[in-house]
């Protein structure tokens, strides 16, 4: 069925000089939530994986320009009930987008120059650290699978810690490891996840429970002593 809507759409989008390092940024910031790309970095797993669709069309010898046309396609006319919203990105960034998963899509290898370093998530090089019993972990802002921070310290004791969500999608905040599991409640933007436990001295993995979120990355340890 891909192959032949790759027919139909080939031609999709000409004009536009694509900037694929926009595009690879905003797809991992936008879309790397849901859906799997190899060369992106991402995991989604509630989206389908754009390796493994675009996989036979590839191989029979589809281009990216093809496939940008039905990623292109997918984004302006999202089929009904999906969870995936009605232009997630728009206009040029759209084509950019779809521009960038056509060059990325099933080809092996790994993104060069610019484009290697292109939608990388920057993390704090520094630990959150709790204070008071209070520790706050953010979510990454740019919606990207990460959180601010990927470690983080606190004193053995009842610690209280805190997730502000200004990211585009849910998440929340969740502690495992040493008889540990709590799930905190999930917070769209604007939204706080906030858990308490007794932490005795050891090392905690914090990360966030949506489906494919901690696979996708947003994990980080927590030592506590």
Known sequence: ?????LVLVA??????KADLVNGKTLFVQKCGSCHTLARAGTKGIQGPNLDAAFQEARAQGFGSSGIKGVVLNQISHVRKNSIMPLNLVKGDDARDVAAYVGFAAAKPGKDSGDLATAGQT???SKPAVEKNGALT???????ALAFQY??????????????????????????KGNGVNVQGPRVGKGGTSK?????????????????GHEAGGMKGTLTVK
Do not use: E, W
């Open 137 to 143: 972990i953010p979510a990454n802002p740019t919606g």
């Open 122 to 124: 920057q993390v704090s």
């Open 150 to 175: 990927n470690k983080a310290n606190a004193t053995p004791g009842k610690v209280t810690i805190s997730m502000p969500n200004q990211a585009p999608i849910t998440h929340d905040i969740s502690i």
């Open 11 to 16: 031609g999709c989008g000409r004009g536009h």
């Open 1 to 5: 069925m891909v192959v032949a809507v």
């Open 195 to 211: 858990i308490s436990v007794n932490l005795k001295p050891g090392t905690y993995t914090f990360y966030c429970s949506v489906p």
